[in-house]
């Protein structure tokens, strides 16, 4: 599972996908050429943005 951590205050978050109970994934989808970070269920590939904090995305570890 990953870990997601702001870089400014440190808060921390772990996610799972609610309709699979699955560990969400780190991944990345590319948008007109640029890469945006987002969490992605293994099991049913559902996606979604990455949390934010500190009104920046937050790092996966």
């Known amino acids: ?10 808060m921390s ?3 799972s996908c609610a309709k699979c109970n ?3 994934a780190n991944d990345h989808l590319d948008v007109n050429g ?3 970070q987002i969490s992605k269920c293994p ?4 996606k979604i943005k990455s949390p934010q904090c ?5 790092g996966a570890n």
């Open 1 to 10: 599972m990953s870990t997601y951590e702001c870089k400014k205050c440190g």
């Open 13 to 15: 978050v772990n996610a």
């Open 22 to 24: 699955e560990p969400l």
């Open 34 to 36: 640029t890469q945006v």
């Open 43 to 46: 099991k049913c590939e559902g």
């Open 54 to 58: 500190c009104g920046a995305d937050m």
